[in-house]
């Protein structure tokens, strides 16, 4: 690392720097799995196409790529057509269920989507995602992204963690009504327990799809890890830095690292390091992984995967975790009911300070 001071708040060097995170915010190397979403996006905008109503729903932890796929393939431009008469077309609206996520609050967050302005909740659930339908319609609306979902499904659960049946029924008949109603893409995204939701009633079976996203897993995804960290890494030397970091190679320590999840290998480790290294005058961002790593989690170097020998990672990577909670009642089900969704490719306390080398 280079002792030249750089003010990086100057307006010169703050755009230099700006210009080179927006190019590496970019950089995109699609896995197995999004491109399997990409093919179930596909077959929904088909739908759209034809005018038929239909749901998708994507169930992953946080990371796991939901936000990174929707986001990158659900283009409002993509759905536009010729709108004739209407002065404010909206074909694509995105909402998180609200927390506690009552689906009445639900229908009502949607309808104040489509109109613009709050809507009082003297209305029943039914009428207000009636109006909703009419006036989508009425606009052109074609895509209806809803995510933070477990929300909404965590509401059917009791105090006694068991689920309330009757009420979880409802909803999904409603839900149900209003594919069935209109010709609206619905996708609905969050944590797994949305999959279960879905996996536990029939009728949307012939309605919908569902899509699993999952994290690499250890070993049988190392080598899809480590083709598309080296991508990754292909792309960032492009970019601005004279060689490659050999990020292929430290697949093992983004795996111990992250779990494997997506959203916390680029946001937390890439992303960062890149914009470390550039600052500091790297010629990679091999030396900035481990100092990102540690103001990330504040373990200390012992529990840095990035500063282990080799052997310490693979052991680790070996070895089960031993402190794992015992799910309740509901939550063993969601467990049981993701693990059913088929898999794509294999998926589907230490000291707080920096590591040494960086003092």
């Keep these: 690392m280079t002792d030249q001071k750089i003010d990086w708040n100057e307006a010169g060097k703050a755009a230099e720097l700006d210009a080179f995170m927006v190019a590496v915010g970019h950089i995109h190397v699609p896995t197995t799995n999004f491109d399997q979403g990409v093919r179930e996006l596909e077959w929904l905008r088909r739908r759209a196409r034809r005018g038929e109503g239909s749901c998708l729903v994507v169930g992953g932890r946080s990371g796991s790529g939901k936000s990174w796929l929707l986001e990158r393939n659900l283009l409002a431009s993509e759905f536009t057509q010729d709108y004739g008469p209407l002065v404010d077309p909206l074909p694509v609206i995105s909402i998180d269920a609200p927390s506690p996520g009552h689906t009445k609050a639900l229908a009502a967050r949607l309808l104040e989507k489509v109109l613009g302005y709050a809507v009082p909740a003297r209305d029943s659930e039914p009428m207000l995602l009636d109006r909703f339908t009419k006036i989508g319609i009425a606009r052109g609306l074609k895509v209806i992204k809803i995510d933070e979902f477990q929300h909404v499904v965590n509401s059917f659960v009791r105090v006694n963690q068991s689920r309330n049946e009757d009420k979880e029924k409802i909803a999904s008949e409603n839900i149900k009504t209003q594919i069935n109603k ?178």
């Design 182 to 359: 209109a010709p609206f893409q619905w996708i609905i995204a969050g944590e797994p327990s949305v999959m279960s939701f879905f996996h536990r009633w029939e009728q949307f079976e012939g309605r919908g799809r569902k899509l699993a996203m999952q994290p690499f897993a250890w070993p049988t995804d190392k080598d899809e890890l480590a083709a598309f960290l080296d991508k990754y890494d292909e792309e960032l030397s492009g970019i601005h830095f004279g060689r490659k970091s050999g990020l292929a190679e430290m697949a093992p320590r983004f795996q111990l690292a992250t779990g494997g999840f997506y959203g916390q290998m680029v946001r937390r480790l890439l992303k960062d390091a890149a914009e470390m290294a550039f600052m500091a005058g790297d010629p990679d961002i091999s030396e900035a992984l481990s100092v990102t790593y540690e103001r990330w989690k504040r373990l200390g170097d012992r529990e840095n995967p990035f500063l282990m020998k080799m052997p310490e990672v693979a052991s680790r990577l070996c070895t089960p975790p031993t402190s794992l909670p015992v799910p309740t009642v509901p939550q063993a089900e969601i467990l049981q009911a993701a693990v059913a969704q088929p898999k794509m490719s294999g998926r589907g306390k230490g000291q707080t300070r920096e590591p040494s080398f960086a003092k």
